[in-house]
């Protein structure tokens, strides 16, 4: 089956820099990449996402990029500010498995003032 | 328009103990799941629900049993529970339409 690995566990950055996680996925056959962030005592919330057809998507702040070669995808957060402190999860799904997300563990990101 | 809803939010029990968890959503979703959370593992899939009347394992449904009740409802039983059910759950659910999955609060479990 697919396997997710995510990295950093914990990531720690000043207010207005930049944050980026990296997610490695197993199976080819993947080709839907969904990021979601979890604030604390809350359930997940879809972010950003992106398709094996597409190498880069953004939305505002929030980039991520895909490189199916190698299978490995990133969240870039620019300008970070203390309210993106959350924990952020990659997933990966395979085509004939609709619905059935592969989560990666979750990266703890703390942005300090 | 709540989304969906977990209940209890909270719940402790003994090993051995049975016990439900209930889930309900609002927006006419088609299908439904149930994930747990634990540290450092992320989100694992436990059942989930195609459409109203189906259901399907995951990738950790032993020790479970669900019930899709209706197209809002979707339950998930603990017939025995054990410490390794010492968890927090979530419920999700989308629609044909868009993959994008939506959570509920969630519910932390603790088997003594």
């Known amino acids: 089956g697919e396997n997710v690995e995510q990295h950093p566990s914990t990531l720690s950055v000043q207010e207005g820099d930049s944050a980026v996680i990296k997610c490695t996925y197993s199976?080819?056959?993947?080709?839907?990449f969904p990021w979601y962030k979890q604030e604390l005592g809350k359930g997940p919330q879809l972010i950003i996402d992106?398709?094996?057809?597409?190498g880069e998507k953004k939305d505002q702040r929030i980039a991520v990029t895909l490189n199916k070669t190698a299978k490995h995808f990133s969240l870039h957060i620019t300008e970070t500010q203390p309210e993106d402190s959350a924990v952020y999860f990659c997933?990966?799904?395979?085509?004939?498995?609709?619905?059935?997300?592969?989560f990666g563990a979750g990266t703890q990101v703390v942005v300090t003032p | 328009n709540a989304g969906v809803t977990q209940t209890p939010k909270f719940q402790v029990l003994k090993t051995g103990q049975s016990m439900t968890l209930q889930c309900a959503q609002d927006?006419?979703?088609?299908?439904m799941y149930w994930y747990r959370q634990d540290p450092g593992m992320g989100l694992r899939l436990i059942y989930y629900?195609?459409?109203?009347?189906?259901?399907d394992k995951g990738e950790v449904p032993n020790g479970y049993n669900v019930s899709r009740l209706n197209k809002r409802e979707f339950s998930l039983r603990l017939e025995s529970a054990a410490p390794s059910q010492t968890s927090v759950y979530f419920c999700?659910?989308?629609?044909?339409?868009?993959?994008?999955?939506?959570f509920g609060s969630g519910t932390q479990l603790s088997v003594l």
């Open positions: 199976d080819s056959a993947s080709n839907y």
């Open positions: 629900s195609a459409s109203e009347g189906t259901t």
């Open positions: 992106i398709r094996s057809n597409v």
């Open positions: 999700a659910s989308n629609t044909g339409n868009n993959e994008k999955l939506f």
């Open positions: 927006m006419n979703h088609n299908s």
């Open positions: 997933a990966a799904r395979k085509a004939d498995s609709w619905g059935k997300l592969q």
